[in-house]
C-alpha cells in the first residue's frame, strides 16, 4: 500500500523538478512562471514529507488527492513549457494575455489541491501520535469529564468560526469561487484539528502558535466572506480587491498548513 503512495509522490516530485527548469528559460509571462515556480517549490516540500512518512501513509484517504496533484502539475508544466516558445510580437501580446490567465488558474488549482493534501498527510498521521494524558473531574452533576491538565483539546473557536463562515456562504453576492475555496479549507483545517484534539502534539508550542495565526487568518475569511454578500454600488471595496484579499487568506492559509505538517512530521518522528 505504501508503494503506491510512494509512486505517485515520486511522479509528483519530477514534474516539481522539471517545471522548476523550465521556468529558468521561458520567453513570456515570467511573471505568471515565477508564481508557479515558488508554488511548486513549496508543493515540493509538501510532498517531501509525505514521501517520507508513505508507510503512514493511506491511499484510499490520499491517493485521489496525490493523483489529482500530479495532474495538475503535469498541466502547469506543459503551460510552462509553452513559454518557452519564440514568437512574433502581435502573436506574443494575444497569447500571453491568454496563457496569463491559464496560469494563474492552474497556480489557485495547485494551492487548492495541495491544501488537500496536506489535510490528508496530516490526518494519516494524527493516529500514530501519542495521546494526552488525561485526568477525572466532576462536571457539577455527578458525572466525570476527561480533560487535559494544560489544554483544551480542539481550539473552540475555530470551529465557531469555520461554522460561521458556513452559514455566510449561503449569502454571498459575488467572488463565490474565492468564498467556496475558504470555506472548504476552513472546514478541513477544522475537521483536522478535531483528530488531533486528543493528543500530546497539540501542546507543542509551535502548533499553538500555528493554530492560533490560523484563528486570526480564519476571522479575516469570515470578514470578505461575509463582505461578499453586499452588493450595492456604494460599497467601498469592488469585486476584484476582494477577490485579491480572498487570494491573499487562501496563501495564508497554505503557509499555516505547510507549517503545520512541518510540525507534524517532526514530532512523528520522536514518538
Known sequence: MADAVLGSVTNALDIVFKIKHAVDTVKRNEKECQKIKRRVERVGHT???CQKDAELMNPEGSGTALEALREILA?????????????????????????SKQLNQVDQSISSI???????????IAPHTKPLKLYQV???HGRSLQLDKRTRSVPHTISEVAIEIKVALDK??????ECNEIEKRVNGVNALLSQF??????????????????HTTFCIART??????????????SGWELSKQLHEVL????????EMITISSSYECTV
Open 251 to 258: 496563501e495564508k492559509i497554505d503557509l499555516a498548513l505547510d
Open 172 to 177: 454571498v453576492q459575488r467572488n463565490k469561487a
Open 47 to 49: 510532498l517531501a514529507l
Open 75 to 99: 498541466e502547469a508544466l506543459e503551460l510552462v513549457t509553452g513559454c518557452q516558445e519564440e514568437t512574433n510580437m502581435c502573436c506574443l501580446l494575444i497569447k500571453a494575455g491568454e496563457m
Open 197 to 214: 484534539g486528543n493528543t500530546e502534539l497539540m501542546k507543542d508550542p509551535y502548533m499553538r502558535a500555528s493554530i492560533e495565526k490560523l
Open 138 to 140: 466532576p462536571d457539577g
Open 224 to 237: 470578505l466572506v461575509m463582505d461578499c454578500q453586499k452588493r450595492n454600488i456604494i460599497f467601498i471595496r
Open 114 to 124: 495541495n491544501s488537500d493534501v496536506s489535510v490528508a498527510i496530516m490526518v494519516c
